[in-house]
């Protein structure tokens, strides 16, 4: 019999949107079941974790979106990661570039931006069980103060986040240079979906899952910050690849 596969998330998790559009690629169907925070933590406290994604099967669970994708590799081998030894390098540099500075930074970065209640309601309660929206507003300076300490939100820390962003954008726009349609050659793969996934707060795709707020709803420096990383080719590269590989 067939896995039963179900994915816990939060809805605004870029690291779950990894995983989402990985399973939608792979044609795999799953059951999302999204929590507002802190209700993740009851649903993952079941498979042994705390953070989300986590996938369960019928035989376990897969917590860390890129352990994920390595299980889902082999149920379709080659699919997601190419075979091809002399891509590997470039493979686990960039996976790892994405994983630990890009994504780290554009959350950082967005909830630099979006800590008020009319940005981060519809961000994090999209699909939620009904009685975790109605916590919403009693929740919200709790949320709020946790957040800023773990994310050490502070007057310069979107700045700083968004130079990391840069960064990581200047090693794509070298690698694209060369005129590659992905970022492996010629073949969609996992460090594409890694990359458009963990950038998209920052390029705000039409194609997400969470349908972006209307720029001018933005603070005036995240609306630069979107517009001139969107301009980048590494921007424009990211809005293609969900344009044309995500749905
Ligand atoms: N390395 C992890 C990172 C996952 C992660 O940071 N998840 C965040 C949401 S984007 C989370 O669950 N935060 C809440 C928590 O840790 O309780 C992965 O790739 O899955």
Redesign the pocket.
């Given at each position: 019999m067939p896995t039963k596969f179900r994915l816990i998330t939060?809805p605004v998790?870029?690291?779950?949107e990894k995983v989402r559009w990985a399973l939608d690629y792979l044609q795999i169907p799953f059951q999302e079941l999204p929590h507002m925070?802190p209700f993740?933590?009851g649903a993952t406290k079941k498979y042994g974790g705390?953070?989300?994604?986590v996938l369960a099967t019928d035989t376990g669970a897969i917590h860390?979106?890129?352990d994920i994708l390595r299980y889902l590799d082999t149920l379709h081998p080659g699919k997601l990661y190419p075979n091809n030894p002399e891509l590997q390098a470039l493979s686990t540099e960039l996976e790892t570039l994405f994983?630990l500075t890009l994504g780290v930074n554009t959350?950082r970065w967005g909830y630099s931006h979006i800590l008020t209640p009319q940005l981060l309601y519809p961000r994090w309660t999209l699909g939620v069980p009904v009685w975790e929206k109605l916590l919403f507003p009693m929740l919200f300076p709790k949320i709020r103060s946790i957040l800023t300490d773990s994310f050490d939100l502070n007057p310069t820390s979107a700045a700083e986040s968004y130079r990391e962003i840069e960064r990581v954008f200047d090693r794509v726009n070298q690698i694209l240079a060369d005129g590659r349609q992905y970022l492996l050659g010629d073949r969609f793969s996992a460090i594409d979906i890694t990359f458009a996934a963990l950038a998209a707060p920052i390029l705000q795709p039409l194609e997400q899952s969470i349908p972006p707020s209307p720029l001018a709803l933005s603070p005036p420096q995240m609306q630069a910050d979107i517009r001139n990383c969107q301009a980048t080719p590494a921007g424009e590269f990211g809005l293609r690849l969900y344009r044309e590989n995500r749905h």
């Open positions: 939060i998790s870029h690291y779950s925070p993740h933590r705390t953070s989300v994604p860390d979106s890129t994983n959350r």
